[in-house]
């Protein structure tokens, strides 16, 4: 595979101001790193506020690139890399750890205690470390993974997403044969929570919302009830859907005050809380009743343990659709419209994947 000097990409040099350039040095990849010859990059729900404010630890403006959800090929290998080949098809999760502190050592890389130490190891791609919104992005092995042929790149750029959400069942102990399973929440994440529940056994699956064609395609991907937020109390319709008792477990993953209160005030007794969407701002909890009924609460961040695996290994098993949920794409070259499109919903937006 012929290599080029440089690249187009996309870089951000300060606050907001996301510039297109085609002469960035095409990174060259390091010992145990692959160099990824990208095909496409999704749009994550923080790469806006990436974009608006930067991110703790991140490249000098003008060198940054961000975006984590890229699928490839890989286009050259680091020193001692082995088990990956020229043109392997590839998707990447965003976090590698540094493999020497506690918690790496616990397999817990995504809460590296080194966050944002190049020196040490730590990578975090697309935040800490540039990303994919370019010809070429170098990643460390560790956090690459091969994509089945019966996953487009495409749709493999949803892999970052789904493993998000199968760790935040992971995180609460999986999901037992026929249990009730609500999820509160009904964005790419939710949705791909949805589906996998579906897949790892759940019975009844509650799916809660604002947005009546997000519900509709949550029926689609598994969802049994739906609950319009807007129309209907989320506790007391749970409440009359379980006879009283409430969820077994609950996925959060709206990310609102709201829905981190709902999902404590629909759990059974001795249920599982995943905390999956990332806050804006505190949510005042009962956590008297979170005591008192035995509940477990469990924070999920990003798609640790090797939940991409997992995934990867789930979606090409039962060889699910992800079409819908990737609505739009835009070559590299017309970022700023994708950008604008995935902020404002415009045209249904769910899933908008950018091509370099």
Known sequence: ???????????????????????????????????????????????????????????????????????????????????????????????????????????????????????????????????????????????????????SLDHATLLTTAATSLYGIRRIGGIEAGETVAVLGPGAIGLMGVLLARLTGAGTIILTGTRAGRLELGRALGADVTINVREEDTVERISDLTGGIGADAILECSGTTPGAIDAVGCCKKNGRIALVGIYSEPAPLDVNKVVQWNITL????????????????????????????????????????AFETAEKRLGGALKVVVKP
């Open 298 to 337: 469990a924070g999920s961040k990003a798609e640790g343990e090797r939940s991409m695996a997992q995934a990867i290994a789930l979606l090409s098993r039962h060889q699910v659709d992800l079409s819908p949920l990737v609505t739009h794409t835009f070559p590299l070259d017309q970022i700023h419209d």
């Open 1 to 151: 595979m012929t290599i080029p000097e440089t690249m187009n990409a996309a870089v951000l040099y300060g606050e907001g101001d996301l510039r297109l350039v085609d002469d960035y040095p095409v990174p060259q990849p390091e010992a145990g790193e692959v160099l990824i010859h990208v095909a496409a990059c999704a749009i994550c729900g923080s790469d806006p506020k990436i974009l608006a404010h930067g991110w703790p630890n991140h490249p000098p403006y003008g060198q940054f690139i961000f975006g984590h959800e890229y699928t490839g090929r890989v286009a050259a290998l680091g020193e001692g890399v082995t088990g990956f080949e020229i043109g392997d098809r590839v998707c990447v999760e965003p976090h590698k750890g540094c493999g020497i502190c506690d918690n790496c050592r616990d397999g817990l890389y995504n809460t590296c205690l080194n966050y944002g130490d190049r020196s040490k190891g730590h990578r975090h791609y697309g935040f800490s470390t540039n990303g994919g919104y370019a010809e070429y992005a170098c990643n460390h092995v560790n956090s690459v993974y091969k994509v089945p042929e019966s996953i």
